[in-house]
């Protein structure tokens, strides 16, 4: 029997699908920041839709533990 209801992996999917096609069809500067959020959300992809019933929360998670890693790298690389 096939499912009725879409997987939280599916979801992921989708909504990456969605933020891509939107991302390209930015300019300049926007598309490549937009690509990189992109790109940050499929990092813990594979891993949050175990912990989230939500798609767009698992992408979302990903993102900002994305974010707040290079927040963390950038401090440290910063002189004092």
Do not use: I, Q
Request: glycine share 6%; hydrophobic share 45%.
């Amino acid at each position: 029997m096939g499912r009725s209801f879409a997987s939280v992996r599916m979801g992921v999917r989708e909504v990456l699908s969605r933020w891509e096609r939107a991302a390209r069809a930015l300019p300049g500067r926007d598309r490549e920041h937009a690509l990189r959020v992109v790109a940050m959300a499929r990092v813990h992809a594979s891993e949050c839709f175990y912990a989230f019933g939500d798609p767009l929360e698992a992408v979302l998670f990903s993102v900002l533990l994305e974010v707040a890693k290079e927040r963390e790298e950038g401090k440290r690389r910063v002189d004092p």
